[in-house]
């Protein structure tokens, strides 16, 4: 009976405490609910696209999304620094900051991405998109359609984003996860319908619902959050104030350096991997990273709350829950690496079930995959740790020493093989830096001994 008793005051301090803790972790449930919809539809959508798709379409596809990436340079990481500085703002309770550096990143933002927008469209009837995809079978008009659709709403999504970033501020990153939840389902009955109907696979339109769909859902949560939970944030052109931008911008240029080496290591690899061995091999490429990146989404799950609640311990010098919050995530991360060695005792079983026999997914490549996921994992939570504090300087120089040592391993490994593992073993290289530097800091400034570039 005490067990029982236990249990029950155990689950009400878990919907009712207003601990870092407790909200951290009713964050966690609720978004393994909404991923696990996530993760479940892009499992979903490998096989369906490949037989509504070609296998070279689809490749196509796949690339251009990697592509997109690339245009999240223009948000020179304003997003990550408004995250930081909304959370510092809420943790002393000044909502009239946080009105004003929400007002101000939004200012920033539209003004920034409506001349990236301009400059595209100027740009894209110039580009020959069928060089660039190394893509045969897809007109040049069918090419210019799609991107100038996917584009757009892309670049649109970077501006209405910005109020899933406002809930993950207030530790509620799960109201985020549902969007994406959303979308993706939304999405996957739209192209399902479409199948119905429609008997080639129509890229320009899939393109258009896949990324339209998550720019309508998050500019109807905006207009609902900012006439409710969020009235005091909403975007007021009085609240605007441009100085703001030296805090956010300062601390968002390091997080905006980070994305650029992010980009260049992982959204660059489907480029190369295409122009190497054709859009084919993209496909192969990303089966084999779906599939390991499982246990690293349900990771991200977990973490995804702790961003916010280390910025908010870290203000509030409360050192102790950081040190015991840090031991549970290491724990953690030895559970999900016993999970990786398992995924690939039966890898091949699974993708048979998967993808059927259309596809070979060659073992090197999917131990490969595997450590580098594996890494991935074990670096999360000193990675959430750093950015919640906002001690990047070092990150950034390593960084961008990992993209020079990316490039030279492309240029000696990128073609080398018969298949891709040569690009991916040039994105693991720069790694290794990560894995060394990384935990070093994080434990340094828990125990209150970094100094120098360490705390910079």
Not at 178 to 199: D, E
Not at 249 to 268: D, E, N, P, V, W
Not at 399 to 413: D, E, K, M, N
Request: aromatic content about 14%.
């Amino acid at each position: 009976m005490e067990m029982i008793s236990t249990i029950k005051q155990q689950i009400v301090n878990l919907k009712k405490g207003q601990s870092r803790t407790a909200k951290a972790s009713r964050q966690v449930l609720y978004s393994f609910f909404l991923q696990g919809i996530s993760i479940v539809i892009s499992l979903i959508y490998v096989p369906l696209l490949l037989n509504y798709l070609t296998q070279e379409k689809y490749g196509i596809w796949l690339t251009l999304s990697s592509i997109l990436g690339w245009f999240s340079f223009f948000n020179i990481g304003l997003g990550y620094g408004m995250r930081n500085k909304l959370t510092e703002a809420n943790a002393v309770g000044d909502k009239v900051l946080g009105q004003r550096y929400v007002s101000t990143t939004y200012a920033t933002l539209i003004c920034i991405f409506s001349a990236v927008l301009l400059v595209f469209h100027i740009i894209n009837p110039f580009v020959n998109w069928n060089s660039v995809l190394n893509s045969k079978t897809i007109s040049a008009k069918d090419l210019y359609l799609l991107t100038t659709v996917v584009f757009t709403f892309f670049i649109i999504r970077f501006i209405v984003q910005l109020i899933g970033i406002i809930y993950i501020a207030d530790h509620k990153s799960s109201i985020n996860n549902f969007i994406t939840a959303a979308s993706n389902f939304l999405s996957l009955v739209v192209i399902l319908v479409l199948m119905k109907f429609t008997t080639q696979g129509n890229l320009v339109l899939l393109g258009c619902i896949i990324t339209m769909m998550p720019v309508l859902l998050f500019i109807l949560l905006s207009i609902y959050a900012f006439k409710t939970k969020y009235s005091y944030l909403k975007p007021s052109y009085k609240a605007i104030d441009f100085k703001l931008n030296k805090g956010v911008t300062s601390l968002g240029a390091k997080f905006f350096m980070l994305q650029i080496s992010g980009i260049i290591l992982y959204s660059t690899a489907s480029i190369f991997i295409s122009q190497f061995y054709g859009p084919k091999e993209v496909v192969v490429y990303n089966i084999v990273f779906k599939y390991f990146q499982l246990p690293t989404m349900v990771n991200s799950i977990i973490l995804s709350p702790m961003w916010s609640a280390v910025t908010d311990a870290y203000v509030k010098k409360d050192f102790t829950w950081l040190k015991k919050t840090m031991k549970r995530l290491n724990l953690l991360s030895i559970i999900f690496l016993i999970v990786i060695l398992i995924m690939i005792l039966v890898s091949n079983s699974v993708f048979r079930l998967w993808i059927g026999d259309k596809i070979k997914v060659p073992l090197n490549l999917t131990i490969l995959m595997a450590i580098y996921n594996a890494m991935a994992i074990y670096l999360a939570p000193y990675s959430y740790f750093i950015n919640g504090t906002g001690k990047l300087k070092l990150t950034i120089i390593y960084s961008i020493a990992g993209v020079c040592l990316y490039f030279l391993s492309i240029y000696i490994f990128g073609n080398k093989f018969s298949d891709c593992s040569g690009v991916l073993i040039a994105i693991l290289i720069p790694y290794i830096l990560s894995v060394i530097i990384q935990p070093y800091q994080a434990k340094k400034i828990l125990n209150q001994t970094a100094s120098g570039i360490l705390l910079e």
